[in-house]
């Protein structure tokens, strides 16, 4: 899809499963990068959004996964934040900071997951509407296969009414 065209369907029309595909065909077209990294967004319910990156495609020179997409892997969860509560004819999302700490190199595929409070939702979507612009923070923890925390992130989003 164009980035001037609009989807067809907004992800709060959509079961769990239709928003991840939406996002995941958003990442597609409108962030390639991320598509090709092989990042997919796998779940996403109840406040909770899972996201995983493959090892294959990926690795660095000592055999462990990329450092960037571990990053974007973080990073693009706070996209379906976005994606799953907010009109983009209405509104549009940026990064205002994403910090990442990395704790060992991931050795496998990769899993990211995040959460936030529904109240935080209506918070973020009230000051939207009324002031324009509102902003949350988004903390992901990334698991290796066997579960083992690879990596954590911080971001702090912007939603901004066009």
Known sequence: MPMNEKPKAHATDLDPAGVANL???MFEDRIPVIHRLGIRIVE???GLIVGTAPLAGNLNYQGSMYAGTLFG???ALGAVVFAANFDPSRFTATVKDVQIRYRRPAMTDVRAE???AASTVARLKREADNAGKAEFVL???LTDTAGVLVATTHGTYQV???
Request: net charge neutral; charged share 35%; hydrophobic share 45%.
């Open 44 to 46: 996403v319910r109840d």
């Open 114 to 116: 995040a959460s936030l």
């Open 139 to 141: 903390d992901a923890g």
């Open 160 to 162: 901004r009414r066009l």
């Open 23 to 25: 996002v995941n065909a």
């Open 73 to 75: 892997l973080g990073e």
